[in-house]
């Protein structure tokens, strides 16, 4: 998730759900093999055994349409300490497609396979090599050979978010047709699209047969969601917004992020899915646009919640 999920949201998450994997926001490949700097910018976890402090493996992903240069990269990121290497076929920006990324590939699946071949054959066998897609670009025809296409070109694992291009965000996700290229394609596939809570994470599997899921905007939504799938109770809007405190405190002492207000604003919007209480605080803060502002807020918000409950 572009712009959402950094390292320190990753770190922070990390810590309160047992994720098997996380994966980077991705790495754009052009034209050339990139400076380290550039992906320990997008995972610092790679200066410690590839993992968050917590013990998470994260694995780096790229997105690009030249096969030379994903496997340059692809061969660098292992080289750095990455748990295997993802290729982004599911980004449905309007930039990044414009530049011939993302979710347009969808539209050939001769270059999908090109793209993964190449990765595939420049990393050491012993490294996964994985693929996200969507189900298509303008519409879900050529969802089956896409899926194909990656698995022929040797991918590890195919991660499928249940919706083209087109659909963009909009409910539902077409689980269905992640059942049908399940059954299909011998290496695991991993569901991913509309998992908000327990029950959609029970009933994707059960449809899809899928035995993972991966979590995206639902992992914000509900900070614990992937623990609560596992078996723990789901946050309450009290754990949440003392979980919000924690991020706050780690952005601006250890980090001095200038982005906290446009970041804090943005989290607010997944959390209104599950909490009405985001929605009312959200109504608050919004208008502010200091860092000062809007932690004098949430500071009054979690003094509040607390003398309730002594009440």
């Known amino acids: 998730m572009e712009g959402v999920v950094d390292d320190l949201m990753r770190e922070i998450l990390s810590a309160i759900n047992p994720y098997d994997l996380m994966v980077t926001e991705f790495v754009r490949v052009v034209d050339q093999l990139l400076p ?10 790679l200066k410690t055994n590839g993992e968050t402090a917590s013990g998470t493996p994260v694995r780096v992903q790229l997105l690009g349409q030249e096969p ?29 497609n414009r530049s011939n990324g993302g979710a347009v590939m969808l539209q050939y699946p001769e270059q999908l396979y090109n793209v993964v071949k190449a990765m595939r ?15 298509g670009f303008n519409d ?20 499928v978010h249940a919706r083209s291009k087109v659909d963009g965000y ?23 699209g509309e998992i908000w809570n327990v029950d959609d994470a029970r009933r994707c599997m059960e449809l899809t047969g899928c035995d993972s899921i991966m979590v995206g905007r639902g992992a914000i939504s509900l900070p614990n969601l992937a623990a609560s799938i596992k078996g723990a109770a789901p946050y ?37 899915r599950q909490y009405p209480e985001a929605d009312t605080l959200f109504r608050e803060l919004r208008i502010f646009k200091t860092a000062e502002e809007i932690i004098h807020v949430l500071q009054t918000a979690n003094t509040n919640l607390y003398h309730q409950q002594l009440d």
């Not at 059942?179 to 991913?192: G, R």
Request: aromatic share 12%; charged share 20%.
């Open 68 to 96: 030379g240069w994903m496997a340059e990269n692809a061969i660098r990121a292992i080289e750095m300490g990455s748990k295997g290497v993802d290729v982004n076929f599911g980004c449905p920006a309007k930039m990044v």
């Open 170 to 192: 909009k409910p539902p996700a077409y689980w269905e047709y992640i059942t049908d290229i399940n059954a299909k394609l011998p290496i695991p596939v991993i569901a991913n």
């Open 236 to 272: 309450t809007w009290q754990q949440s917004l003392a979980l919000m405190l924690e991020y706050t405190n780690r952005e601006l002492v250890a980090r001095k992020s200038t982005y906290y207000p446009a970041r804090i604003k943005q989290w607010f919007n997944y959390l209104n």
């Open 36 to 45: 380290e700097k550039v992906f320990y910018r997008i995972c610092p976890e």
């Open 140 to 159: 879900k025809s050529l969802y089956m050979e896409n899926a194909q296409a990656i698995y022929e070109a040797g991918a590890s694992e195919l991660a």
């Open 121 to 135: 054959e420049a990393v050491p066998e012993q490294h996964p090599v994985t693929a996200k897609i969507r189900l």
